[in-house]
């Protein structure tokens, strides 16, 4: 991964994956993608599912009206909960997943290279 491309920081994570597996095997000798793979998996779902909870409570705290009118207008607060839940959260999101992104620094030439 190239510094300073964001697509790359956003199209390759899965690819990210198969290189740590890589690297692991390199380090430890032992091949652990099952568990690497499944601590990914369980933390991807694990946010799927905890969001939608996370944006329920938001919604509930903040007086959003589900019984109203589809014409209907929401509470102001209710309408501030849906920018948060539905912009604000998700962006802040992705800035902190790219910032975290930095900290991976696992390149081709590591790779290339013999264990250290």
Not at 52 to 67: A, H, Q
Not at 106 to 113: I, T
Request: proline fraction near 3%.
């Amino acid at each position: 991964m190239k510094k300073g491309r964001f697509t790359d920081s956003q199209i390759f994570h899965q690819s990210m994956l198969v290189d740590t597996f890589a690297w692991d095997y390199k380090l430890t000798g032992v091949r652990r993608e099952g568990v690497l793979s499944a601590t990914f998996s369980f933390v991807e779902k694990s946010c799927m599912a905890f969001g939608p909870l996370i944006i329920g409570v938001l919604f509930s705290s903040m007086g959003f009206d589900k019984t109203l009118e589809p014409t209907a207008d929401q509470s102001d607060s209710a309408v501030m909960a849906m920018y948060l839940g539905f912009v604000w959260i998700p962006v802040g999101m992705q800035i902190i997943s790219v910032m975290l992104l930095k900290f991976y620094t696992l390149d081709e030439q590591q790779l290339q290279a013999d264990a250290p």
